[in-house]
C-alpha cells in the first residue's frame, strides 16, 4: 500500500493554490511528447462506469489554428455586446485566451454514445459523461503545473464551428479547448481576481448543512 507523508501533502496543497488559468504564455515550444505525456495522466482519472469517454484533438495545423482563433474573436465580441458600462469596460480589458502566443492546442470533447462501460451510473444522469471529461481535464491541469506547465481553458466557442474546424464526429460533444506552454508569470491568484472581475469567496458560502 503506497502512503504519503505530511510533506507530500503539504506540497500537494501548493499544487492546487498554484494552479491556475493561464493565459499569458511565452512562445517557446514544449519539449517533444508533452501534451502526449499530459494526456496520459488524464486518461487516469475516474470516469463514470469506466467509461473512458475523453476524446482529445491535439491542433497543430496552422489553418485550423487560426480559425479557431478568428471564432474566438467572434464570440467574445458577442459576449462583450451583452455588458455595458463599466462592465463592458471590464471585459474588453481582460486577456480571456492564449491562442495566438501558446504553443500547444488541445481541443477535448465528450464521446456521448460509445457502449464502454455498458451504461453503468448514467440512466438517470447521464450527464456524468461530460463531468467525468472536466475530471479527466482537471487532472491534467494539476500535472502541467507540477512541471511548471501552463493551461488555460477558453470557453468562448462557437462548439458547432469548432466541430467543422476540427472534423470531428457529430456524437462527440464538445467540453473545451486548452492552451498549453510556459506562462509568462507564476501567481497563486486568479487572474480574474486581479483584474477585479470577481474575488475568491470561502467555503462557508456554498456549503450547508442539512
Not at 118 to 133: C, H, I, K, N
Request: charged content about 30%; glycine content about 8%.
Amino acid at each position: 500500500m503506497v502512503s504519503f507523508d505530511d510533506a507530500f501533502r503539504r506540497q500537494l496543497h501548493e499544487l492546487f493554490v498554484w494552479r491556475r488559468d493561464v493565459r499569458r504564455f511565452r512562445s517557446e515550444p514544449l519539449p517533444d511528447g508533452t501534451i502526449e505525456r499530459l494526456i496520459e495522466i488524464a486518461c487516469l482519472s475516474p470516469s463514470v462506469g469506466l467509461s473512458q469517454p475523453w476524446r482529445f484533438v491535439i491542433v497543430d495545423d496552422a489553418a485550423r489554428r487560426r480559425a479557431v482563433i478568428e471564432d474566438f474573436k467572434s464570440c467574445n465580441a458577442d459576449a462583450l455586446r451583452s455588458y455595458s458600462g463599466e462592465r463592458a469596460a471590464k471585459y474588453a480589458a481582460l486577456k480571456l485566451s492564449g491562442l495566438e502566443e501558446a504553443p500547444g492546442h488541445l481541443a477535448v470533447f465528450a464521446e456521448k454514445t460509445d457502449q464502454i462501460g455498458s451504461g453503468l451510473g448514467r440512466a438517470t444522469m447521464p450527464e456524468t459523461t461530460e463531468y467525468s471529461v472536466v475530471a479527466a481535464i482537471c487532472s491534467m491541469w494539476l500535472a502541467a503545473r507540477a512541471e511548471g506547465i501552463g493551461l488555460g481553458w477558453v470557453s468562448i466557442f462557437n462548439p458547432g464551428r469548432v466541430h467543422e474546424i476540427l472534423e470531428t464526429p457529430d456524437t462527440w460533444k464538445f467540453i473545451g479547448y486548452l492552451c498549453i506552454g510556459y506562462p509568462e508569470v507564476e501567481c497563486d491568484r486568479p487572474e480574474l481576481e486581479q483584474a477585479k472581475w470577481e474575488s475568491r469567496r470561502g467555503p462557508d458560502e456554498f456549503t450547508i448543512r442539512r
